[in-house]
């Protein structure tokens, strides 16, 4: 197996799926925003301490804060396309009804799982924040004492969101079982690699006929 496609149709749980997505998309995108950040202040610092002697001030306190959204604000949009690590050499073994039945029951696992994480993460966070403290933080950077609260909290809100995707993959999954559904939307659906290159050169020569080239 190599790749995964999603699709979309006018049923209730795609429209679910695609309302979700658009929030995941969102986060996504702030990852992305994070990563461009991390350049432009290694960049600034490097350059500072090259031209100027002097590096930005702490910039080891915004990369331990900036690392955090990037790693967490995606997970959700991945987990849609099934881009997180899968074991498909097992599971791409069964079909039809046995392979609906497989995927709910790893994806239930892989909900309990995240459940115990939002709870440990939620904790963490709730450690860090005090309503009557200065900028309502315990805990901040050790160099420009930046409150850490911000970052922690989104750990267990993308971890609730994840959840959120799993248990809607998970009635997706059951749906299919239940009524024999070959390709349901809203999840992932494995591709051969012979299909995946199909998709992809498909891209590029949509990408070429609208940038005008051939």
């Known amino acids: 197996m190599a ?22 998309r969102f986060f996504a995108v702030i990852a992305g925003v994070c990563t461009l950040a991390l350049m432009a202040l290694a960049v600034i ?10 590096p930005l001030p702490g910039y080891v306190d915004w990369i331990s804060q900036i690392l955090p959204l990037i790693a967490f604000l995606g997970l959700s949009y991945t987990q849609r396309f099934g881009g997180h690590i ?3 050499i097992f599971i791409g073994r069964f079909k039809g009804r046995a392979f609906w039945f497989t995927e709910a029951i790893t994806t239930l696992l892989a909900l309990g799982i995240i459940l115990l994480l939002v709870w440990g993460a939620w904790s963490h966070f709730d450690r860090s924040f005090d309503w009557s403290a ?3 933080s315990r805990d901040s950077t050790i160099d420009i004492n930046l409150p850490i609260w911000p970052t922690k909290i989104m750990v267990p809100i993308m971890f609730g ?8 993959q998970i009635t997706i999954y059951i749906n299919a079982f239940i009524n024999n559904i070959d390709a349901p939307a809203g999840v992932p659906l494995m591709q051969s690699v012979a299909d995946q290159a199909a998709a992809e050169a498909s891209m590029v020569v949509t ?6 080239t051939h």
């Open 207 to 212: 990408k070429g006929e609208h940038d005008g």
């Open 134 to 136: 200065p900028l309502w």
């Open 86 to 88: 899968r074991m498909d």
């Open 3 to 24: 790749g995964s496609a999603v699709l979309e149709d006018g049923s209730v749980l795609s429209r679910v799926d695609q309302g979700l997505t658009k929030i995941e």
């Open 45 to 54: 610092s490097v350059g500072g301490r090259e031209l100027f002697e002097k």
């Open 161 to 168: 969101l994840l959840c959120i995707r799993l248990i809607l």
